[in-house]
Every structure is written in C-alpha cells, then in structure tokens.
C-alpha cells in the first residue's frame, strides 16, 4: 500500500470513528445549555421547563386549576372582556392585550408558585385581595418559561389573575413552593 492510501485509509477511519462521538458530546452540551439557564435564579425551574414541554390540558377564563402542580395551556380571552376578581396590580402594556382568571380554590396557608410560559401580569387574590409578591425569578435563558413568581398566603380561596398577555394562550404552573 502506497503511502498516500494509507494516509486515506487513516483519516477515513478516524472520521467515523470521531463523527458520532463529537455529535454525542456536541448533542449533551446543547441539552445541558438549554436547560442551564433555567437554575440560575433564586430557584430552579427546569424541571417545569421539561413540565411545560408536554402535552397540557386547555383551560379558559373562569375555569378552575384541576389540582396544584400540574400545568396547564390557559386559553386567554380579551382583557376587556374579562372580569376581574380585584383589578390587575400593573397597567397593560400589550395592545390588543389579553387575560384570564381561574380559580385554586381553599388552600391552606403556604407560600405558593406561579410560573407562566409568556410575557403577563401576573397577580393571586386571596379573599378578595391582591397578595403581595414574596420571590421573582426571571431569566432570558430559559425557553417557555418567562417568569416564575412565589406568594405567601394566609389560607383561603385563592384566585390567579393573567392579564396584560400579549399572546392568546400561556402555559402556567402553580404549585406549593419547596
């Protein structure tokens, strides 16, 4: 075998070899950098990333949340045609702008965690007042989530307000926070 064949024989075998195991390593890196961005913050959410990536039950205005934990598609209707438990804490920025209220229900006294997919206002009514704001978490790099914010109840009914959402749907997920 002449010395350019070997030389062709060399690097033809190294490249297969090599191709599948750079594309491995290339392909871990992208997985970790997608979701790193996500557990930077104050707390982690990641793992409602991955949450937000399935296939979600579809609510609309005036509907209740089956049960805490478990993300939803909330299908948002005009601002203006929304009736609100207690009027939204910012002013809108989106025009056309949308909204919607839906409803946790009686729930102990505990610090709770909304986390939403899009740009919105996000407020929790408790007993027919807004509950102040008690942790925010925002980072850009994390895809599908915008914003995850925590909120310290006394117990009782507890209603979530989205309004000011430049989209007509947004993925939410309210739970106990950890």
Known sequence: MNCRRWKFHVIFVVSIIAAPIGFALCSASAARAAGAGCDVGKWPLSAIQAHFGGTLPALANGDSLPTLGAPVLINLSAQNEVTFAHAPGRKSKANPA???VVKLGAEPAATYQVTVSDGAWVDVI??????????????????????????????GPLTIQISGAYAKTIKVEAARAE
């Not at 408790?126 to 914010?149: A, F, H, L, M, W």
């Open 98 to 100: 949308y909204a919607a």
């Open 126 to 155: 408790e007993n027919g007042e807004i509950i102040k704001q008690s942790g925010y978490v925002r980072t850009k790099d994390c895809p599908g989530i915008d914003k995850s914010i925590r909120f310290k109840t006394n117990g």
